[in-house]
């Protein structure tokens, strides 16, 4: 089945450090892929999306190319801040049995100190 | 608008306890889902709706309850607490669930539910 992997976390970076985020998928067909961001106490919230091979998803300083030749979508930032600190995860979107579902990765704890 | 909400925000039940999980959006979405989180899972869907009077299940439906009979609201019964069902619950709603386009799912702040 289709199913996202995500590097382990914490990733513990000083301020103002370049962040990569890796993300692979296993899909059947052509999946739309995302980021969400989880703050500390709160939902989540999507940061940024594509929808098709080579589309870059780009959103506060994030970036992401959608890449089907690897089935990666890595998360990267070239400067990160106290404020980028928390929970990412990584989606793919499901289309089954006619309805739309997301299946996330299990998620990559950011801490970011000054 | 307020969004997507869930009540309540924090809960403790004892093994065998029944509950109600509420959760409601105004923004007229189609699609409302449940999820469960937990640590070095990510995000796993319990059941799904895309209308009233519309449901189905997800990756890990036993032991949960759902019924939509509005577009607003999407609870999420436990009828038999256990502690395997400690976990942090969110709702998530989309403008729509059909067709193979995607619509950006909100999802509620949350309820921490702890099985004792």
């Known amino acids: 089945g289709d199913s996202v992997t995500q590097m382990e976390g914490p990733v513990t970076l000083s301020e103002e450090a370049f962040l990569t985020i890796n993300c692979t998928y296993t899909a059947t067909g052509y999946p739309s892929l995302f980021w969400y961001v989880q703050y500390p106490g709160e939902g989540l919230q999507l940061l940024l999306k594509?929808?098709?091979?080579?589309d870059k998803g780009s959103n506060k300083g994030f970036e992401a190319t959608y890449r089907k030749e690897t089935t990666s979508f890595h998360l990267e930032k070239g400067s990160v801040q106290v404020s980028d600190s928390a929970v990412y995860f990584c989606a793919l979107n499901a289309f089954s049995g006619g309805y739309n579902k997301l299946i996330f990765g299990a998620g990559t704890r950011l801490a970011v100190h000054p | 608008n307020a969004g997507v909400t869930q009540t309540p925000k924090f809960q403790v039940l004892k093994t065998g306890q029944s509950m109600t999980l509420q959760c409601a959006q105004d923004m007229n979405h189609e699609y409302m889902s449940w999820y469960r989180q937990d640590p070095g899972m990510g995000l796993r869907l319990i059941h799904y709706?895309?209308?009233?009077?519309?449901?189905d299940q997800g990756e890990v439906p036993n032991g949960y309850n759902v019924s939509r009979s509005t577009t607003e609201d999407f609870p999420l019964r436990l009828l038999s607490a256990a502690p395997s069902q400690t976990s942090v619950y969110f709702c998530a709603s989309s403008y729509s669930g059909t067709g193979g386009s995607y619509n950006e799912q909100f999802f509620g702040p949350g309820t921490r539910l702890t099985v004792l």
């Open positions: 709706s895309v209308g009233a009077g519309i449901t």
């Open positions: 594509a929808t098709k091979a080579d």
